[in-house]
């Protein structure tokens, strides 16, 4: 646990440093919010019917922006082998490295989730929901992206393929956390959907750092 | 044990697998091309027509074997990817690079056959509640994904088990998406005809199963065949390949 | 005699290129071999081969867990060297106290930048902190990927001074290098 806490800290402390740069998936989430809510014309029932799908969407796409530079760093200026090589368990620091991914990514985004709703027009029984199933959707988000992120470290512009990898395993979640939310704000179910939510982060959060430590040790064999 | 262990060691070596599969594709080939014209021609011209749908329901002796074979594929692909994480087994991502293209090309061929079905039967080119149709769409994007991944990294040996990773992430994927896709796909159930029944008399079924064996057999005729290439390409500066380019020049 | 390296007919290619072949190497406490070769040979490969970081090669390799020091500094250029340094102890699964990081730092000449970024620092500094977390970490063999690199003489006469003190205290250093090098008691040329 020692390993995991060291690089949690490590990754929040290098987060502190570079805020603008932490913080700028969250700004392109709130952008593209308001983006939305200009191009349906502000149509409150329009808008809160779509709103649930539309906020998974862009959650999703913002995730991408977090997820790319994940691993770049590191790559880059060396540290990332060092990980692998001086770590008894490689496997610790990179739990508490996606860890704090998602705490930087995941969890701002389920906080300010009542805001960016209201603005989209959700009605306010759909609002709790809503956090609710980002908390439990958003961990499987970052784990799977980190996997893609492993993938495409050492690839030039990987960014654009990062997207092309890991939006097709994401459309469980986007299924599912859509539906929750609906499902919950109308009150006909959706509380099965939260389980689904939940079972695949606790799935992910399980074998995800596997592949990650694969992809990275393969990862650095090309560099 | 002993002797699965000799065959196991024996995959492993590109001189003998690339010999003893040539008398496999050849008669995968073969069969392929008799079950599929049989298949084809007995589901088009001698089977009975559908009572709602007419003649248009012909297309599933093609849609189907298509896209029955593109999931088959899938797995297959998810399995090479196993093997080569575990063992390295070099043989594995020679079946990978193989696989990959015959699988988009039929999940391609899965996806406009069901949307040539589709114009006829619901009015629309694409349906989002049919779930096959959809999961196909996402095996798709797998597909595209592994042959991007492949295509973006220089070394071919890091590339191969890149590949692998993600294959295996997606085959985990794989049962969680299509069972994703078809609970959202009865909760929008707005046509009342699915694709996806499939209880019809044996007059109709029985070409369609001739067309699968036909299509699972072409689909091994053609991995054979790519396997077999890129193994010529790989060892092409060894002994064994130089001998074999003497003999096809002299036979010349 | 601790053997930390043992090395029979290792061979690598890079793609259809050979790099080296059939190459013979026994690595035993005190010793210090200098990698040498022309560029593109191997020499770096074959320290990353040793390291673990490279898995596709043909023949019989067993090496100890090590301390390496690649191209790359592996310094964050956001940390402090200190926050660099402690992550580095923690990291190999100790721990460092500031007086622990002031003489790894001071067996450099680098005290005064334990609080200066990592990015604030010139490359021959950068070299000079990377090279000081090796006695942090506690591991008997040492692989130094060019330690030279960005060096004034007098940084080059410490990681000298450096490395026969590692040697001489029984631990083992592979270094790949251009020059001859004043401590090596072995070459290993790869290219020949």
Known sequence: MGLVRLQFQREWRLLARARSEALNPLVFLIMT????????????????????GIFWVLVLLSSLLSLDGMFRRDFEDGSLEQILLLAEVPFLPIIGKMLAQWAATGLPVVLMSPLLGTVLQLPPEALGPLAGAL??????????????????VGVRRGGALLGLLVLPLYIPVLIFGTAAVNGLAAGTGGVAQIYWLAAMSVLAVTLAPFAVHAALKISLENG | MNGLKTLWHRLGSPRWFYQMMKP??????????????VGTVWGLAFAPEDYQQGNSFRIIYVHVPMVV???SAYMMLGSAGFVLLVWRMKMADVAMVAIVPVGMTVTAIGLFSGA????????????????????????????????????????????????AVL???????????KYSVEWWTTLHQGATFTATRMSMPIEMAAPLIVNIIGAYCLFGYLVLLNMRTELLRRERDTKWVGALRTEVIDGV | MTVFVSIQGLSVSRGRNRLFEGLDLTL????????????GTGKSTLLRCIAGLYQDFQGELTAE??????HNDGLSALLTVEENLRWYAGLSGGSASSKDIAAALATLEASHLVRRQARALSAGQHRRVALARLPLLGHKLWLLDEPYTALDDAGTALVDGLIRDHCASGGAVMAATHADMSVSTAQCWVDR
């Open chain 1, 135 to 152: 908390l439990v959707g958003t961990p499987t988000v970052s784990m799977l992206g980190a996997v893609g992120a492993a993938l495409v």
């Open chain 2, 167 to 177: 294959a295996v992430v997606g085959l985990i994927n794989i049962p969680i998406i």
């Open chain 3, 28 to 39: 035993s406490a005190g010793d210090c071999v200098e990698v040498r070769g022309a560029n």
């Open chain 1, 33 to 52: 919010v308001t983006l939305f809510a200009l191009a349906l014309d502000g149509q409150a029932q329009a808008l809160s019917r779509y709103a649930a």
């Open chain 3, 65 to 70: 867990p090590c301390a390496y020091l690649g």
């Open chain 2, 116 to 163: 040539v079905w589709g114009r006829p039967t619901w009015g629309t080119w694409w349906e989002w509640t049919d779930a096959r149709l959809v999961s196909t769409l996402v095996l798709l994007f797998l597909y595209v994904g592994l042959y991007a991944l492949r295509e973006a990294i220089p070394r071919a040996e890091s590339a191969g088990r890149a590949c």
């Open chain 2, 69 to 71: 074979l593109a999931q």
């Open chain 2, 24 to 37: 496999w594709q050849t008669g995968l080939g073969f069969v392929a091309l008799v079950a599929l014209l």
